[in-house]
């Protein structure tokens, strides 16, 4: 026999020992939420990015989307580092199960955040990040209360934080770093009564003191680093937080940090670039530190000896007031 038989046959004998293929259980996609799929690729200009979306395929199959296999509803719309100019189409607010909604890494995306995304009321999680969608953080974002994770970072957003965002009962990381957002952080944060764990705000333009109502949530990773924020943060700490990432650097906070207590999950503490004076407190010696930087500040006296504090290069510490002990020079 020819080595091609002996495949075919080989492959034959795989082929029958395969279980029934699963899709043939599968329900097709649903007709009007193909019919929406179209209007969003007309809409989008027909990119090649979609050159999968075909009537000769089911919907469900089609590249940049997920079916629930029993309902055959779109339940995840996935648009990911395309070549895609125009707007984000108000016709993805008729896809009614979606719960995962993704536009990332789209430079041509342009225009604001179409409200057809309030009729969405199943959606987990949207992302809307490294486009260059612009004007306000909308406050109906807020009626999507099933929100766990709302990603509107790396774009070109201006206008305030609205507070209204702090009403989704179920968010529990918000991200808006990376954007060109002014005015305050909203008091009511701190009122939440979800869980938010994940706060990204970095890389902003905001200003003013930090909520001290913000000390009520039990966050696990904050960056607020390179915007104005003022004021104090000793509320993010304490020994029973469970704050484990706290990125504060290239702020102008100012407040002494001697009487902070650091929580034991702490393990990434940047603090560089502000007017923090005090001493470092002798807790920090008991952490299992990665990441620590306090430099740039009007920090005094000398480093605590032990734990981690001798690891880091002096340039975690240069640039302070009279900061003396290894690993800068000794206190005189
Ligand atoms: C799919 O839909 C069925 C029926 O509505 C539901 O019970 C199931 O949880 C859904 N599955 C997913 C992954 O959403
Ligand atoms: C994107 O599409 C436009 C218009 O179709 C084309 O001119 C351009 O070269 C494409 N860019 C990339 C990076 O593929
Ligand atoms: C964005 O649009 C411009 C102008 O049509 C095109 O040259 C460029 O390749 C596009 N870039 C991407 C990443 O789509
Ligand atoms: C998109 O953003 C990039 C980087 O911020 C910028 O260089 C580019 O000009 C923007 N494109 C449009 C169409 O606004
Ligand atoms: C934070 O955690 C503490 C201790 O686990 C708990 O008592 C408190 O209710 C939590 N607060 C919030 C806002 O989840
Ligand atoms: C620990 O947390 C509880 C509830 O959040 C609070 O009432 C208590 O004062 C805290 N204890 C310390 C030592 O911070
Ligand atoms: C900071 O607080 C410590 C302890 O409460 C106190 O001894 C010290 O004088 C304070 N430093 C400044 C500069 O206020
Ligand atoms: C700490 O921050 C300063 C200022 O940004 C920087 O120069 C230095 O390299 C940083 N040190 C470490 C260990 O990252
Ligand atoms: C930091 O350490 C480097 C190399 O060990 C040394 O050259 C430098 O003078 C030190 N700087 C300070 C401020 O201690």
Same mark, same amino acid.
């Given at each position: 026999m020819k080595p091609i038989f002996i495949m075919a046959i080989i492959s034959l004998l795989i082929f029958l020992s395969l279980p029934t293929p699963s899709f043939s259980l599968s329900q097709p996609c649903n007709k009007d939420d193909e019919k929406v799929l179209f209007q969003i690729k007309k809409s989008l200009g027909n990119p090649y990015h979609l050159a999968s979306w075909q009537k000769t395929l089911d919907c469900c199959h089609w590249y940049c989307l997920k079916c629930n296999?029993?309902? *055959?509803?779109? /339940?995840e719309l996935t648009i990911f580092s395309g070549n895609i100019s125009g707007q /984000? !189409?108000?016709?993805? #607010?008729? &896809? !009614?199960?979606?719960q995962t909604l993704l536009f990332r890494k789209l430079t041509n995306l342009t225009g604001e955040i179409p409200s057809a995304i309030t009729k969405l009321t199943q959606l987990t999680s949207l992302r809307l990040s490294w486009t260059n969608l612009s004007g306000p953080v909308p406050s109906f974002l807020s009626q999507l209360t099933n929100l766990d994770f709302l990603d509107l970072s790396f774009n070109d957003l201006t206008g305030s934080i609205p507070?209204? &965002? +702090?009403? %989704? !009962?179920?968010?529990s990381g918000l991200r808006l770093d990376r954007n060109k957002l002014t005015g305050v952080i909203p008091e009511s944060f701190g009122m939440?009564? *979800?869980?938010?764990?994940y706060l990204y705000l970095s890389h902003n333009q905001l200003t003013g003191d930090v909520p001290r109502s913000l000390g009520y949530l039990n966050f696990t990773w904050i960056d607020f680093s390179r915007n104005q924020l003022t004021g104090? &943060?000793?509320? $993010? $700490? #304490? +020994?029973n937080k469970t704050i484990q990432i706290a990125d504060f650097s290239r702020n102008s906070f100012q407040f002494n940090l001697s009487e902070v207590e650091f929580p034991a999950s702490l393990m990434y503490l940047d603090l560089n670039h502000k007017k923090i004076y005090g001493s470092l407190p002798l807790t920090l010696t008991g952490l299992s530190l990665q990441y620590l930087n306090v430099s740039y500040n009007r920090l005094c006296g000398k480093i605590p000896? *032990? *734990?981690? %504090?001798?690891? $880091?290069?002096?340039t975690s510490y240069f640039h302070n007031r009279c900061l003396c002990g290894s690993p800068l020079p000794a206190c005189t």
């Open positions: 296999k029993t309902t *055959g509803r779109v /339940i /984000i !189409p108000h016709e993805v #607010g008729n &896809l !009614p199960y979606l507070p209204e &965002l +702090a009403t %989704l !009962p179920k968010l939440s009564t *979800g869980n938010l764990q104090d &943060l000793n509320m $993010f $700490f #304490g +020994a000896q *032990g *734990g981690d %504090l001798q690891k $880091f290069d002096n």
